[in-house]
């Protein structure tokens, strides 16, 4: 690293329901792997990736999985401590992580915040968008990510690679802009 370089480091929350896949994002944007096995089981605390995200500026982006403690409805403070950003993950195909989408994000609201006091950007993820029907109507995905308060919105797939990749520079270029 040259000197001129600066360096990021981002702390980065994975939200949501169980088994909408935030363990299968993380594992596919950090190793581009995917496993159809659950693994609830496996008790990954975070997942690192370091990126050259353009010749000044490194970004060391940690994203911390929730593993396991989504039945508990909300997270503590401690956890939240010190994040710049989130992803709240729902799954297309399960009406019930969606409506739970608002509730995580006013549990992010309520525990964590910048320095300057302004919300953290959170950007929602409606993943397994493979398994949509053709044809489905996916319009007004922005707005109502807008009307929720998130800074954007995706379809995204762990399974088949789709705009995994987009969705966290998105959120990256939030991040490094609230800098
Ligand atoms: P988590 O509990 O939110 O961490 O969810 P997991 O990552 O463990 O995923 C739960 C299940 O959904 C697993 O069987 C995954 O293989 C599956 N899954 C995750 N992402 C996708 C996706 O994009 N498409 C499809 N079809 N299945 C997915
Ligand atoms: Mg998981």
Redesign the pocket.
């Known amino acids: 690293m040259s000197s001129h370089q600066r360096e990021f480091l981002c702390k980065v929350l994975v939200v949501?329901d169980?088994?909408?896949?935030?363990?299968?994002i993380i594992q596919r944007y950090v190793h581009n792997i995917y496993?159809?096995c659950?693994?609830?089981t496996i008790g990954v605390d975070f997942a690192l990736k370091i990126l050259n995200w353009d010749q000044d500026t490194v970004v060391r982006l940690q994203l911390w999985d929730i593993?396991g403690q989504?039945r508990f409805g909300h997270m503590t403070r401690l956890y939240y401590r010190e994040a710049v950003g989130a992803l709240v993950?729902c799954d297309m195909g399960r009406e019930a992580t969606l409506q739970s989408v608002e509730r995580w994000k006013e549990d992010l609201d309520s525990k964590v915040c910048l320095q300057n006091g302004r919300p953290i950007p959170v950007i929602l993820l409606r993943?397994?968008c493979?398994?949509l029907p053709a044809g489905s109507r996916t319009r007004n995905l922005k707005e109502m990510g807008k009307e929720l308060g998130f800074s954007d919105c995706h379809l995204t797939?762990?399974?088949e690679n789709v705009n995994i990749d987009e969705a966290i520079s998105c959120l990256i270029k939030e991040i490094i802009a609230n800098d």
């Open positions: 949501g169980l088994g909408v896949g935030k363990t299968s496993s159809q659950y693994r609830a593993a989504e993950v993943n397994k493979d398994q797939s762990a399974k």
